[in-house]
């Protein structure tokens, strides 16, 4: 995950400099992230699920993102506006033969994502969930700050069985260009 806090103010670089990774990083592999839009800016309506944080709505409505103004994001239809614009941006920019797009709704994610990077399923889980919206949840199954990651182990089983160092994955870096939320990591450090 590349976003933070420059001058306390949320920065995605994955978004403003998408065009300096794509050509810094030839072999990448990137990932853009979707799921319901409703259930999104519900989500960030509702996160961090401390009572008295600023949501990340707010902190994404006062950032100056590529293709969120600042004062922009006020409801769903803005934050919808925003989503398919940026969507779009990153089908331009980034070769189709090096862009993964992921439902994370779909239940076969997991499956889809061993099959496509040869790593089990069970390596991948479901994280970052706020237990205030989502009780039903498993809060001893979710793990990490990011929905979708291969769970910290040192050693990582292929599906042919083989187990590797994570240190020994194929050298081309993942870059999510999801803009921090609800996104997928691979961590091969």
């Known amino acids: 995950q590349l976003d933070g806090k420059i001058n306390n103010m949320l920065y995605f670089p994955q978004i403003e400099h998408l065009e300096e990774l ?12 979707f799921r319901s839009m409703e259930k999104w800016y519900h989500s960030i309506c509702n996160w961090p699920p401390l009572l008295y944080a600023h949501r990340l709505n707010d902190r994404l409505r006062l950032a100056n993102i590529t293709g969120l103004p600042p004062g922009k994001g006020n409801d769903l239809q803005e934050f919808s506006d925003f989503w398919c614009n940026h ?6 920019i980034v070769p189709s033969h090096k862009l993964v797009e992921i439902d994370i709704d779909d239940p076969t994610t997991s499956s889809l994502m061993a099959d496509m990077f040869d790593i089990d399923e ?11 919206l989502h009780p039903e949840l498993d809060q001893n199954q979710t793990k990490g700050e990011m929905p979708w990651y291969i769970r910290g182990k040192i050693m990582v089983r292929g599906k042919n069985g083989v187990m590797r160092s ?22 091969v450090a």
């Open 166 to 187: 994570k240190r020994n994955l194929p050298p081309s870096p993942l870059v999510n260009v999801s803009g921090g939320v609800d996104t997928l990591k691979i961590d």
């Open 87 to 92: 969507v779009q941006r990153v089908r331009a």
């Open 22 to 33: 794509v050509h810094g990083y030839p072999n990448a592999t990137f990932l853009l992230t």
């Open 122 to 132: 069970e390596c991948w889980g479901h994280a970052n969930v706020n237990a205030n």
